[in-house]
């Protein structure tokens, strides 16, 4: 048994994939890839891959993570080539290697996310810096999701931003947000408060949302989560297919 | 053109947005040249439950083989995606590349069953095609539909072009080449249809003029000088010949069958009498074991499967089962690949089966005894005697099972308070062999879950004739059942019997019931297949709109004699087995199962060049 770190991203029509239903693309993928994976005990048994936090339906992702415990050891770049080619459009394989036993799930150490916004607005860049610069200020924000409400304190949850043009009326906001249980928050719901905080800028039309990358912590030098975990050499004994 | 993007910018305000993405595993996404042949198979039923047809999914491996031919699926949208494109002006799309099925050559339809017709109305109305074939011009798509509900397919005749009757695999090469072709020459729209005509199997509605009795029944069908008299269903001689399609569609989200089903034969010659299925589909013809057994491991190495299930109308009757499943479980023997046999039989035979497959998991275990007494049950010739059924639960819950589900149908004809009865007591005899086998917490956990459908007599069935029962018997049956169908290890189901009636009168309908569909339709019936958004009362006002009654097709005895509207619609029985099987009925006599018990005379050999094939 070995213990297999997949880097993998989610794109195109596949980022309204709900949670579940990737998991069960992935499963049917290691399977028809040949790569048998560990199973839980029970009746019901259930192969022992795990995910990190649900990407929300509509999102895409090139920093996405599981850990799947598979039976032999492919070799790593062989694994990658073996998963790639069964994968359905959309899901993509971009680093695979093994790790040591006991690390902690990865749903658990992520604190902070980077993502990219797309959005459509008549605003221009400056002029919505500013605004989010005001924002900033507030000590802390009321946020609203789902129905829920909850009060963050803005520095914590907004780590940091930026905005660039992207042509054609469009602006990409670059956000890096806390994530885990203290003060997180989720892209798009900032992107409401300030369509709600500026009502002369109500236009900012949300027209893609990708996570690009995930850390172990939320201070300069940000620590990849792929890095943070240790990898193990599987060395000469690794299967060649 | 793709209409993704205007479908994409409202998939995050609607449920389920899977349902309307495209890329599933083995889907195909390609594009021929102005040549070709589009041909978009429409399941009108939302995705999930229209993704695991397994009609659709053969057509779609056999259309996209070809190069000169590309074919894409749709579905009927769920409610709240159809307000939204209704909204904004989506017409109804493709999944695979997202273009609208108006830009198509051929629209196809799967009639799987009654009430799945008004959403061929809606998708032909959503994908902004005139719902009425009258209406359609040359630039439209050649409208056709297939599936069961083609033996009598004259309530859809006014809004399909053509139908497809029996089975497709060889019928669907000569039907598009000939639109290829006609294409080609720039064939007008009737040109086309006079040219399909011709090709056997083929019904072109508008080549066939009805004529009424005053009584309201049908005086004459009559074809067009060059179209034949009646139709025959084609079906596929040899079974074993056609290959196991290898790809299915995976879909990502749960659809309402998710496993790699393999079809082990097509028929069943049980000769059940209230069975259309039963009478529809023979000859039997069986696939090899060998076909079977490779042809999982194949779609297993392309789809990555976790169940696999033999799929046919009775499948514990295909001879090579016992091999087939002792094969395939050693083979997957360790690699959670779970095995399920869909429909058992009554017998200590099915119960081994199943016991040889379900070694851990022992979920629940469904019987259809169907009638309750033996009088009826020799009535309906299901072959199945009380001490069948009482041995059979012993035995199951002698191996572990605690859950039994039995399956009934009232409203049979003849049926008396007797049978009503009966199926109480059957009931309550298989909640005491439970009580007398099982022990301990398992015996607190025992559940029977009686499950009584409302009949409706289909075409081309021995009970063809007989008045289905109406609302008010259906619901004193219920109301009967209910009061006494109680205890703690008993819950009793059962379907809708307002839908059941509905059902009746579209299933035995003629012309004329199409124009009831229609206003069905206009007064915004869709989905009628599910139970919350059945509704009863604008079905009563579109057949009263349309100058019709239901009870006249559903619950009238018809006369032997009386040209039925489906007539000219060849099966391959013969009415005359039909008649014979209705008076054995009568008469309380049993019909064999021609596989073993010699040739019963149906028919079907002689008229279609088949035979039983069992290997
Ligand atoms: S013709 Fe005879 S052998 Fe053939 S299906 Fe009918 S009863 Fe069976």
């Known amino acids: 048994m070995a213990k297999l770190l997949l880097h993998y991203g989610k794109d195109g029509p596949l980022k309204y994939l709900s949670h579940l239903e990737l998991i069960r693309a992935f499963e049917r993928s290691f399977r028809r890839a040949g790569v048998e994976v560990e199973a839980s005990g029970g009746f019901n048994p259930r192969p022992k891959i795990s995910y990190g936090p649900a990407l929300p339906v509509g999102t895409s992702s090139s920093c996405e993570y599981l850990v799947a415990e598979v039976k032999s050891s492919i070799c790593d770049d062989d694994i990658i080539e073996r998963i790639s080619r069964v994968l359905p459009k959309g899901l993509s394989v971009f680093r695979a290697k093994y790790i040591t036993e006991k690390q902690p799930s990865i749903a658990s150490i992520i604190e902070c996310v980077a993502y990219k916004v797309e959005v459509k607005t008549l605003a221009g860049a400056g002029e919505l810096s500013s605004l989010v610069e005001l924002l900033r200020n507030e000590e802390r924000l009321l946020i609203k999701h789902k129905g829920k409400e909850k009060w963050v304190d803005t520095k914590e949850s907004i780590l940091d931003w930026n905005i660039e043009e992207a042509g054609g009326g469009r602006l990409v906001f670059l956000l890096l947000l806390a994530a885990g249980e203290r003060n997180s928050v989720r892209p798009e719901v900032l992107i409401d408060k300030v369509n709600q905080s500026y009502p002369q800028v109500q236009d900012i039309e949300v027209v893609g949302i990708e996570r690009v990358a995930e850390y172990v912590n939320r201070d300069i030098p940000l620590i990849d989560i792929y890095d943070f975990y240790k990898n193990v050499t599987i060395g000469s004994e690794c299967e060649k297919s | ?221 009559e074809a067009a000088p060059d179209a034949p008299s009646s139709i025959t269903r084609r079906i596929v001689k040899d079974f074993s010949a056609i290959p196991v399609p290898r790809r299915p569609i995976v879909p990502f989200m749960d659809a309402v069958h998710d496993r790699c089903s393999v079809e082990v034969m097509r028929g069943c010659a049980r000769g059940c009498r209230f069975c259309q299925a039963g009478m529809i589909y023979r000859p039997v013809r069986e696939r090899t074991q060998e076909q079977v057994v490779s042809g999982i491991s194949q779609i297993l190495e392309t789809t990555g499967y976790e169940e696999i299930s033999l799929s046919s109308l009775s499948s514990a009757d295909y001879s090579a089962v016992e091999g087939t499943l002792k094969e395939l479980s050693e083979r997957y023997d360790g690699q959670n690949v779970s095995l399920s046999l869909p429909s058992l039989r009554v017998d200590a035979f099915s119960i081994g089966l199943v016991k040889e497959i379900a070694k851990v998991k022992k979920t629940g275990l469904t019987f259809a005894p169907e009638a309750g007494t033996q009088r009826m049950r020799d009535f309906i010739n299901k072959n199945v005697t009380e001490e069948d059924v009482l041995n059979t639960v012993t035995l199951a819950f002698q191996e572990g099972w605690q859950r039994i589900k039995l399956y009934f149908m009232i409203g049979l004809p003849t049926e008396t308070e007797e049978d009503l009865q009966g199926i109480v007591d059957l009931s309550q005899k298989v909640v005491e062999a439970g009580l007398a086998t099982l022990s301990g917490a398992a015996k607190s956990r025992l559940t029977v879950t009686v499950s009584a459908s409302a009949f409706a007599p289909k ?96 619950g009238r005895r018809r006369d032997f004699d009386e040209v039925l509207p489906w007539s000219h619609i060849e099966t391959g029985v013969d009415a005359e087995f039909l008649k014979e099987e209705f008076h054995r009925a009568t008469r309380g006599e049993k019909t064999g199962d021609c596989r073993f018990d010699g040739c019963g005379d149906c028919g079907v050999c002689p008229n279609l060049d088949a035979e039983n094939i069992i290997f």
């Not at chain 2, 709240?80 to 051929?106: G, K």
């Not at chain 2, 009061?483 to 379907?495: E, I, P």
């Open chain 2, 459 to 554: 075409p081309h069935t021995p009970f063809q004739w007989v008045a289905q029962d109406t609302l008010e018997e259906f619901e004193a049956k219920q109301g009967y059942l209910a009061a006494r169908l109680k205890g703690r290890h008993l819950s009793l189901k059962w379907h809708n019997a307002k839908s059941s009636v509905v059902e009746g009168a579209i299933a035995r309908g003629d012309r004329r019931v199409g124009d009831a569909i229609y206003r069905a339709w206009l007064l915004g019936c869709k989905f009628d297949a599910w139970t919350k958004e059945f509704n009863y009362e604008s079905w009563r006002q579109a057949f009263a709109e349309a100058g019709l009654e239901g009870s006249f097709y559903a």
């Open chain 2, 1 to 221: 053109m793709s209409l993704w993007s205007q479908v994409e910018r409202v998939l995050r305000s609607v449920e389920k947005p899977t349902r309307y993405i495209n890329s599933e595993l083995n889907s195909v996404h390609k594009t021929v040249t102005g040549e070709g042949v589009r041909v978009a198979l429409a399941y009108p039923d939302v995705y999930e439950v229209g993704l695991p047809n397994m009609g659709l999914q053969i057509l779609y491996e056999l259309l996209n083989g070809r190069e000169d031919v590309v074919a894409e699926r749709a579905y009927a949208p769920w409610l709240d995606m159809e307000a939204v494109m209704r909204e904004q002006s989506i017409p109804l799309f493709t999944l695979e590349s997202h273009s609208a099925l108006a830009d198509f050559d051929i629209l196809g339809f799967t009639l799987q069953h009654e009430l799945i017709y008004t959403n061929v109305l809606n998708m032909l109305d959503l994908a902004g095609l005139p719902v009425l074939a009258a209406e359609r011009g040359d630039e439209h798509p050649l409208v056709i539909a297939g599936g069961p509900g083609t033996v009598n397919p004259e309530p859809m005749t006014p809004f399909i072009d053509v139908f497809v009757v029996g089975e497709a695999e060889e019928l669907i090469f000569e039907l598009v080449d000939a639109v290829k072709e006609l294409k080609r020459a720039r064939a007008g729209r009737e040109e086309v249809l006079r040219r399909l005509a011709r090709i056997p199997g083929v019904y072109v509605p508008t080549l066939y003029s009805v004529e009424y009795n005053d009584d309201g029944t049908v005086a004459k069908i």
